[in-house]
């Protein structure tokens, strides 16, 4: 026994930089599963200390038209305090609650407008005494102060993380809320669970600071500034802990009736915590990555398992001689295995050490990159998962124990004199002319003994040898040209999405919804030089159904006006075509539904019951269904939307004049400088009413910023498939001349000169490089594939793939000089070779 | 029955497409304590005939028995017991363990059976094999060069250290291949006189020499000369003690 | 045995390859092996000469130095060639264009057939044409009575087979010497013996070649015109000889 683990000792130490590269890719592997996986425990870990700490509202409700100005708009804060203690009295599970007023407006953060949500709590308690957090859903203050007992009487507020991130807003400074553009003090910046993720208004996809804010305010001031005296509009309700989700909307449903039937107010349905935008979001956002984490660290484990198998098959080879003398000494086939698994145990477990550190540390770097990029103010809790760290060395060493068990059962012979008889050159050849050689004859190319013919022979000489050399080089190309046709296809999405489907180069956000939108867009085109199109855009947000499916869809429905032939987007349609009758889906909603082209579908829309002021628009609605026929899908980048006709929206939607949100235009010779002097000239003759004027390179760069964890994951993900394929190809080229030793000393004893071998072996894996390459690329499609569309299943983005001819001479070329390094070292040992001993060592 | 009966043995190697003949059909038996030397040719099928008797290779027809055990019937399992117990090779080329020091390769050895002492079960404990192992070493006079490995050593030490890695197993049958095919003539007589000593007649073992050389057929009790896969000549003589043999 | 005295330093046989004071010193296991111990020696072509010693008697590093796949002191000079002297660029266009081996092992590469084993030779030593190249090839395949098996792998072949592609490989470039070592080693003696007529057929056609084959066993040296004893790296004899005809061996 002891002289057992000596001997694996031994074999380790001689074999060490191979077994080490072999090792690190088991760390890799590891590394990422650790790392990823345990991330995400930390995120959700740290996502829910924080809703905890901060009293995140077991569900909120708010009054049934929280936008409008009636009496089913605003509650009177007395009378619903004395309703809910009523309330509280039967259901004692009511920990505290807090009536609040939530709702959306417009900002002016230095002199730009933008939307915005305002969230005003009182700065008393029940009791009247000053405080300084709300009972239900609180916050943690980052900077400046906190509301004092004089906030009260003063116009100040606490600005949101997110926006006062993108600002860079400071205490002190003012910012303008509302129609009225009153000036609020900012006293702090704050972060809310609530809004660790924010959701702003339902058009846009992911909405950037830019274009959604929230403030807090004391709820005086923001009664004040609405003029709504003594009201509010949500009640936000913590209840005892550890109650389930039925509990807890059985109890809000109660309230509900409660309040509805014995004081006659009017709610819209209570939202549960689970429904929480921000909660709700944060979640799926960290349960695709933590599917992502899951599925990398099995692809790299899964090709770990595959360079052990290929490394293990070709060293049990080398070592038939030892396994030979072993035999004859007495030793069983179980004992000999049992060595080589002890070498393979070494190496996982060397391996999964080394991904166990590593992955911490990756940890360390990672978690609070996501925390930046969410620009999450809460500090992410980081402590060792042992669940997860057992797990990854339990997955780590069944990856030594599959990949070294099989290939040496398969390889130990069950007669010692077959082990000292063999010879490894006849073992790797079949002594055929291979296929492509046959078939090259046919178009007379025939290349020389001594040149070309001698690596296309090796290349094909054994179908095992082949399959391992090939197997390296489509392990490196695949995961490189994943990697990068992962940035690519995001890239690619996103300047097909601008450059393409929006066909604009300013587009014109309002404040407030004008109903003369033909008007303006008449004056700006005939008074603004260079316009030479504009359009514009009604949106709306539905809910589309279909018979074929129980599905729904919440879609955002743009009502698209054809302004002589402008449309403002251009469709990439999978099907059919434009047709303001109908409705024109994207291929997910379409897929989700079961619906194709002709079909029908219902899209339920608000529609205005009651229109109480255009400006600001305020208003009430119902919702009503309507069927529209399907005339086209398309494939782009926005994945959950509709487009109908704009005079279908409007008269679906019941607006009065000619209404619009957006305006687009197309410019003559779209210059950054002329783009900037248009919105300039814009602003300044119709600058009342306009919030934001975009061009297309502002907005992407916004998306891609929030995009920023994806590209990082990505970069890793390709470093560690260099590290990867360089380990692997140097194994098997390692081996492959090593098999090879007597017949390069015969062929350089026999005069062949050092650069005609040298030459021959290059050419040899330069060919194979490139049959892996095909192979690799094929593989890193699907790859891909799988990842984009079944991991990261995103349905509001369309990411359609793509791999550029960049990233395919990258992932040729990265892997090429992984070949010419991994072939150097072996090469140079060969020839060096005492000839004199090379060609005579026995075999037969 | 002879200690060790061969009867009608046939062996053919295929390689690649090609088959060879290695045996065709021999006929022998070796007594328990002889020194054997089969004699003869490259090609005349001496390592596979010994192959065969040392239960490394299954014969393609024919039979080997030794000590009553149907040793070319065997299943996979029971030849390696077989092996265990009862073989100590040494080869041509030494076939150490490159890994292992002299020392430790032939502990690798003495770790498959033990060490017996006296009537009880024999001891596997690392302090009692070293301390044999170096009992064998030195009977080879290696000694001091214990902690050498394999490539530090000169052929003939490598050679002593492989039939003290045979001998430490204390087998009953010791089988050579061409023990001194590789080494200058002086040091392949030291070696012969090593194995001489150490399968003296007083231990019974019996023991097997594969050569070409025929300056080392009068080492032998009994001189089996093959050619071309056959026995061509099998005589018992008055064995020449190896210091006495010239090459 | 009229062993010719070698100690002295004159050399009785006069030639084309010469060797003087040549020296072969390795280390192996701290110990200092003298494989080679001031030979000096001179060879003529059109014979056969037969390298007979036991193992460890330094037959094989003889060849070797003469293949300059090994290194010596001393001075080795082959047509005029200080071959002692030259760069390995240079030993590699010796060894290319002068020297025809024959391995014990054959080492015929097994990706070729037979066939193309032959033409790598012939294409890497001169300067003939694809066709050229192949008839020669196929010239030599023919002389080794392995015309019917050019196009058969090296695992389609015999021991022996193998060995006369070997030679037919060695001999086809044309070379200054042929260097045999233990050509029969792993053979059958009928194929062993098929192999020594082949070379022994070469040596009657090309007197311009110096034939040289490394033996352990007595029985083929006397296949041989002359025969050099080496006994513990020095040159025990030098003998003249009738040679006896292959065929007419036995051992």
Known sequence: ?844 | ?247 | MSAVDVKGPKISLEGMVTLEHVNRVYYMGGHTIHALKDISLSLETGKLVVVLGPSGSGKTTLLNVLGAIDKCDGKITVSDLEITRLNKKQLTKYRREKCGFIFQFFNLLPVYNALENVEYAVELASKLSRKETTNRATEYLRKVGLYEKRHHFPSQLSGGEQQRVAAARAMAKNPALLLCDEPTGELSVTEGKQVLSVIQNMVKERPDVLTILVTHNQKIAQIGDVVIRLRSGEVDSIEKQISIPAEQLSW
């Open chain 2, 1 to 247: 029955m002879a200690f060790i009966e061969i009867s009608e043995l046939s062996k053919t190697y295929s390689l690649g497409e090609t088959t060879t003949p290695a045996l065709n059909g021999v006929d022998l038996e070796i007594n328990k304590g002889e020194l054997v030397i089969l004699y003869g040719p490259s090609g005349a099928g001496k390592t596979t005939l010994l192959n065969m008797i040392g239960g490394l290779d299954i014969p393609t027809s024919g039979t080997v028995t030794v000590d009553e055990i149907p040793v070319s019937t065997l299943s996979a399992k029971w030849l390696t017991a077989y092996r265990k117990k009862k073989i100590g090779v040494v080869f041509q080329f030494f076939n150490l363990i490159s890994r292992l020091n002299a020392l430790e390769n032939i502990e690798y050895a003495i770790d498959l059976i033990g060490v017996r002492q006296g009537e009880g079960k024999p001891s596997f404990k690392s302090k009692i094999i070293r301390q044999k192992a170096k009992e064998y070493l030195e009977k080879v006079g290696l000694k001091d060069r214990m902690h050498h490995f394999p490539a530090q050593l000169s052929g003939g030490e490598q050679q002593r250290v492989s039939i003290a890695r045979a001998l430490a197993k204390e087998p009953e049958i010791l089988l050579a291949d061409e023990p001194t095919g590789n080494l200058d003539y002086k040091i392949g007589r030291n070696v012969l006189e090593i194995m001489e000593a150490m399968t003296g007649k007083a231990q019974n073992r019996t023991v097997i020499i594969v050569t070409h050389n025929p300056a080392i057929c009068p080492l032998g009790d009994r001189v089996v000369r093959l050619s071309d896969g056959k026995v061509a000549e099998n005589y018992t003589q008055k064995y020449t003690p190896a210091k006495e043999l010239y090459w």
């Open chain 1, 1 to 844: 026994m002891a002289k057992t683990v000596k001997n694996i000792y031994r074999s380790i130490n001689a074999n060490k930089l191979r077994l080490f590269t072999i090792a690190l890719v088991i760390a890799i592997g590891i590394t990422s599963f650790n790392g990823m996986v345990t991330a995400f425990v930390h995120m959700t870990r740290t996502y829910d200390k924080a809703f905890e700490d901060h009293n995140m509202a077991s569900f909120t409700m708010q009054t049934a038209n929280p936008g409008g100005t009636g009496e089913d708009a605003w509650i009177d804060y007395v009378n619903l305090t004395s309703f809910i203690n009523e309330f509280r009295e039967q259901e004692p599970r009511i920990k505290a609650y807090e009536l609040r007023i939530v709702y959306n407006t417009i900002f002016e953060i230095r002199g730009e407008k933008q939307n915005g949500q305002i969230v005003a709590m009182n700065t008393r308690d029940t009791e009247g005494n000053f405080r300084e957090q709300p009972a239900v859903n609180g916050y943690r203050i980052l900077s400046g102060t906190p509301y004092s007992e004089l906030s009260r009487y003063q116009n100040v507020c606490l600005v949101d993380a997110h926006l006062g991130e993108y600002w860079k807003l400071e205490p002190q400074e003012f910012i303008a809320i509302g129609d009225s553009r009153t000036p609020f003090e900012i006293l702090g910046v704050i972060g809310s669970p609530e809004y660790l993720i924010n959701q702003g208004p339902f058009a846009d996809i992911m909405p950037s600071p830019r274009r959604f804010g929230v403030v807090f305010l004391p709820l005086r001031a923001a009664q004040n500034l609405l003029g709504v005296q003594g009201k509010v509009n949500e009640i936000s309700v913590l209840l005892e802990d550890g109650l389930s989700k039925n509990r807890r909307e059985e109890i809000a449903g109660n309230l509900k009736d409660f309040l509805e039937t014995n004081h006659d107010l009017k709610l819209s349905d209570p939202v549960d915590i689970d429904n929480q935008a921000s909660y709700w979001l944060m979640r799926l956002d960290i349960e695709e990555a933590r599917e992502f984490g899951i599925v990398l660290p099995i692809i790299i484990l899964g090709m770990a398992i595959g360079g052990l198998y290929v490394l293990f098959s070709r060293m049990v080879v080398a070592e038939r001689k030892d396994i030979g003398v072993a035999q004859a000494l007495g030793y069983d086939r179980r004992t000999i295995i049992l060595q080589y698994l002890g070498i393979s145990m070494v190496i996982a477990i060397v391996g999964t050490i080394l991904g166990t550190l590593l992955g911490l540390w990756f940890l360390s770097y990672f978690s609070p990159l996501y925390v930046d990029m969410l620009t999450i103010p809460f500090e992410p809790e980081v402590t060792i998962e042992w669940p997860i760290v057992i797990a990854g060395i339990v997955i780590g060493i069944l990856t030594g124990l599959i990949g070294g068990y099989f290939p040496v059962r398969g390889s130990i012979q069950p007669l010692p004199a077959e082990s000292l008889r063999f010879d490894p050159s006849l073992h790797i050849t079949t002594g055929k002319i291979p296929l492509i050689e046959r078939i090259i004859r046919k178009f007379k190319i025939n290349p020389k003994v001594t040149g070309l013919r001698l690596p296309l022979r090796n290349i094909f000489r054994s179908k095992r040898r082949t399959f391992s050399s090939v197997f390296a080089i489509i392990v490196s190309v695949s995961l490189i040209s994943m990697a990068f046709g992962m940035i690519e296809s995001m890239d690619e999405s996103l300047t097909f999405y601008y450059d393409v489907s929006e066909n604009w180069d300013l587009r014109v956000d309002f404040s407030e919804m004008p109903t003369n939108a033909s008007q303006i867009a008449r004056s700006l085109k005939q008074n603004i030089d260079g316009v030479s199109d504009i359009t514009y855009h009604l949106l709306s947000g539905a809910t589309v159904t279909s018979s074929e499916s129980s599905q729904k869809k919440q879609v955002s429905v743009v009502g698209m006006n054809d302004s002589d032939g402008y449309l403002g987007h251009t469709f990439d349609f999978h099907a059919g075509e434009w047709n303001p009758d109908g409705v024109v889906l994207s291929v997910p909603v379409a897929d989700a539904l079961h619906v194709g082209l002709n079909d029908e579908v219902n899209l339920e829309l608000p529609k205005l019951t009651k229109l109480v002021s255009t400006t600001p628009l305020r208003a009430h609605f119902e919702l009503v269904n309507i069927t529209f026929q399907i005339t086209g899908i398309i494939d782009e980048f926005n994945g959950l939307v509709a487009f109908v006709g704009l005079d279908n929206l409007i008269s679906a939607s019941n607006f009065p004049g000619e209404p619009a949100n957006t305006l687009l235009m197309k410019i003559e010779d779209p210059t950054p400088e002329r783009l900037d002097m248009i919105r300039e000239e814009i602003l300044a003759k119709y600058g009342y009413n306009v919030r934001n004027i975009a061009t297309k390179a502002e907005q992407r760069s916004e998306l891609l910023e929030l995009m920023d964890l994806m590209y990082n994951i990505i970069y890793i993900v390709a470093i560690f498939a260099v590290l990867l394929s360089c380990a692997i190809v140097y194994n098997t080229i390692y081996i492959s001349l090593q098999e090879q030793k007597r017949e390069i000393a015969t062929l350089l004893t026999i005069g062949t000169d050092n650069r005609k071998l040298i030459r021959n072996i290059t050419v040899e894996n330069t060919i194979v490089t490139l049959i892996g390459t095909v192979f690799g690329l094929i593989f890193g499609w699907i790859m891909l594939w799988f990842f984009m569309r079944v991991i990261l299943n995103m349905e509001f983005f369309r990411i359609s793939l793509f791999i550029s001819n960049k990233t395919i001479i990258i992932s040729f070329v990265l892997t090429y000089i992984g070949v010419l390094v991994a072939q150097y070292f072996p090469l140079r040992k060969t020839l060096n070779l005492n000839l004199a001993e090379a060609t005579k060592e026995r075999v037969v």
